[in-house]
């Protein structure tokens, strides 16, 4: 199939499209599976034993700055580019991203693509539930790949640290969204890392992944802006998204960039380097 017959792609791709261009040249698909350590699931021994044919796998804990005691926080740029291209992914080619949750992980490695600039990333909606589901094939093992470049350019503004958040909520300029449980943002739950507090961060808000993301699948953009807006988000100011360790906060902002609102930035060491901080700690609702 000729590239194309390839169209643009934004978001999201369905099962329908992949599945009639697999093996298209200047395409490439990425399981971008990652589970909570408690869970006990292993992502890659489940990418080896089923995934969508000519998948390749991404890492999110190994693709990352290994030097940081913080988990999975973006790589250097030398190291991203290295990592893409021993996958066989390009920094122009088409890269449509899933997990096997549906969506979970899958929207952190289309986030950090992007940042590091990539053109053209989608997530498959659904994800690898929904393509199982309707019988299509899967294949085992690691999948091979043809070599392509990645010139790597990470988009700092994409990113906020701990002290990029503290600043901007002292002068607010700037909203913080977190994507975590309730139970675990009022700080009535306990962290699953040891040595972090729990709470939130004051002054943040709360809207857990669960308000928008329902079997699997993103919600309408309706149900999205009212749940931002119980959330108590004004979508007129700058928000930056935040969670655990900064993997569903990346749902967040997918979810803003689907209403044509996306944040200003992704809070990369979220509540796994707040609340292991000497920041203050809030607990309750949000004030």
């Known amino acids: 199939m000729p590239e194309s017959d390839l169209p643009d792609v ?4 369905s099962t329908e499209w992949l599945a009639a261009h697999l ?30 044919p000519g998948a390749v796998f991404f890492d ?3 693709i990352s700055d290994l030097t940081s005691p913080l988990p999975h926080m973006l790589p250097s740029e030398t190291l991203f580019r290295a990592a893409m291209e021993s996958l066989g992914i390009g920094r122009q080619m088409k890269i449509v991203v899933y997990d096997t949750q549906g969506l979970f992980s899958a929207p952190r490695v289309w986030w950090t693509l992007r940042a590091f600039g990539a053109v053209d990333v989608a ?5 690898f539930p929904k393509w199982l589901t309707e019988g299509r094939p899967t294949e085992a093992g690691e999948a091979p790949y043809l070599p392509a470049r990645f010139d790597a350019k990470l988009d700092t503004n994409w990113v906020a640290s701990l002290d990029d ?9 700037a909203q913080v969204l977190d994507a975590r449980a309730a139970e675990r943002f009022r700080g009535e739950a306990p962290e699953p890392r040891a040595g972090v507090r729990p709470g939130h961060i004051p002054g943040a808000r709360n809207l857990p992944v669960s308000e928008v993301v329902k079997d699997g699948r993103l919600v309408d953009a309706a149900t999205i802006r009212q749940a931002v807006k119980e959330a108590g988000i004004d979508l007129s100011q700058p928000v930056i998204t935040s969670c655990g360790s900064g993997v569903t906060a990346a749902i967040l902002w997918l979810a803003l960039d689907t209403i044509g609102t996306p944040p200003v930035a992704l809070y990369d060491g979220s509540w796994t380097e707040w609340g292991a901080s000497d920041k203050p700690v809030a607990t309750g609702p949000a004030d």
């Open 60 to 62: 999110i804990d190994g």
């Open 123 to 127: 997530i498959l909606d659904g994800g």
């Open 165 to 173: 958040v503290a600043a901007r909520l002292a002068d607010r300029s």
């Open 10 to 13: 934004s978001r999201f791709v």
């Open 23 to 52: 093996g298209a040249p200047n395409l490439v698909v990425v399981d971008g599976s990652w589970h909570m350590p408690a869970s006990g699931r292993k992502a890659r021994e489940e990418y080896l034993k089923a995934h969508i």
